[in-house]
């Protein structure tokens, strides 16, 4: 939803036995939808304009859309489109050889008579 566009009516309707949250700026949409083969459109006129996300809240309040179809298309369409939250992606850390400090031979060490120990 990258637009700043308002709508003053909002609902949903059934088309091809899927339900859908409509929105519009006048409730002759009704008109069209029927026209176009929607069954079971119920749109509600708005107190003011809102965005599309806005609008689905405020059904969800509205007696007209308190069944369980009309509650589970609005909070779907809700979940669907609010904003993800981004999860930020664990960077690899590329492997290095710890340096090892190199060991000399020792050298071969013969008993003398006349050491000290």
Do not use: C, W
């Not at 088309?15 to 409509?22: A, D, F, I, Q, S």
């Not at 809102?50 to 689905?56: E, I, L, P, R």
């Not at 850390?93 to 013969?110: D, E, I, L, N, Q």
């Amino acid at each position: 939803m990258a637009t700043d566009k308002t709508f003053s009516v909002a609902g949903i309707s059934k088309l091809n036995g899927n339900y859908k949250v409509r929105f519009a700026n006048d409730v002759m949409r009704i008109k069209v939808l029927a026209k176009s083969g929607h069954e079971d459109i119920r749109l509600a006129d708005l107190e003011g304009e809102f965005t599309k996300m806005d609008a689905a809240k405020a059904l969800l309040g509205l007696d007209e859309f308190q069944d369980a179809i009309a509650q589970s298309t609005i909070t779907e369409y809700i979940e669907d489109n609010s904003p993800k939250a981004k999860v930020s992606k664990p960077v690899a850390v590329k492997a290095t050889k710890t340096p090892v400090a190199k060991t000399t031979k020792a050298a071969k060490v013969t008993e003398d008579e006349d050491a000290p120990f």
